[in-house]
Nanobody
Framework: QVQLVESGGGLVQAGGSLRLSCAASRRTFSTDNMGWFRQEPGKERKFVAAITWSGVGTYYADSVKGRFTISRDNAKNTVYLQMNSLKPEDTAVYYC????????????????WGQGTQVTVSS
């Protein structure tokens, strides 16, 4: 079992930045591959970014490539999502999750999920 707690969401103007954090309770966090997803009301949860357990491998959805950066600090059991040049279409609830697979963009590959944090980008 693992608990994931996201934070850092909020309201920001278009062009602004936010950094999301996801703190994990599991002591084996350093061996977990991690991902960020987002979900708009009434829509499916979509892949945003993923990072391997070591932090060496990172993967991004085309829609965020060049604007978002995923990273992790295994000493702090935390994964981050730095979001720059935000657009109104980035508005969603953002979730972090753990996976035994690396680089997967499928929600089915992820085992544990956080409760989500709201990101709202105004135009």
């Amino acid at each position: 079992q693992v608990q994931l707690v996201e934070s850092g969401g909020g309201l920001v103007q278009a062009g602004g930045s936010l950094r999301l954090s996801c703190a994990a309770s599991r002591r084996t966090f350093s061996t977990d591959n991690m991902g960020w997803f987002r979900q708009e009301p009434g829509k499916e949860r979509k892949f945003v970014a993923a990072i391997t357990w070591s932090g060496v491998g990172t993967y991004y959805a085309d829609s965020v490539k060049g604007r978002f950066t995923i990273s992790r600090d295994n000493a702090k059991n935390t994964v981050y999502l730095q979001m720059n040049s935000l657009k109104p279409e980035d508005t969603a609830v953002y979730y972090c999750a753990t996976s035994r697979l690396y680089g997967s963009s499928s929600t089915g590959a992820y085992d544990y999920w956080g409760q989500g944090t709201q990101v709202t980008v105004s135009s």
